[in-house]
């Protein structure tokens, strides 16, 4: 199995900037398409996005322009580079791994999952 372990989060004010990691274990790491995701309370788990194996990345709407995704084989891990914070961006956030070549939206889709990690924006 792979297991995954997220750091980075913590509280910035609104304009800032964050960069969570995901460490994953494992020699297969170049195996697995990367997605995040972030929970908000009281909300639904939701996908922010994602990169593939060739490093092909997709975000959704909301954080285009702000929030990258990359990727280091040689070190397993992935990163989430967030930037321009705003308070609404306030959420648990989650990396998750998933064994396909495409970036898939559904949470369902992923097998492995980090623990998650906090991130607060204050305004």
């Known amino acids: 199995q792979v297991q995954l372990v997220e750091s980075g989060g913590g509280l910035v004010q609104a304009g800032g900037s964050l960069r969570l990691s995901c460490a994953a274990s494992?020699?297969?790491?170049?195996?697995?398409?990367m997605g995040w995701f972030r929970q908000a309370p009281g909300k639904e788990r939701e996908f922010v996005g994602g990169i593939s194996r060739s490093r092909n990345t997709y975000y959704v709407d909301s954080v285009k322009g702000r929030f990258t995704i990359s990727r280091d084989n040689t070190k397993n891990t992935v990163y989430l580079q967030m930037n321009s914070l705003k308070p609404e961006d306030t959420a648990v956030y989650y990396c998750?791994?998933?064994?396909?070549?495409?970036?898939?939206?559904?949470?369902?889709?992923?097998?492995?999952w980090g623990q998650g990690t906090q991130v607060t924006v204050s305004s």
């Open positions: 998750a791994a998933d064994s396909s070549l495409v970036i898939h939206l559904a949470s369902t889709r992923y097998d492995y």
């Open positions: 494992g020699r297969t790491f170049t195996s697995y398409t």
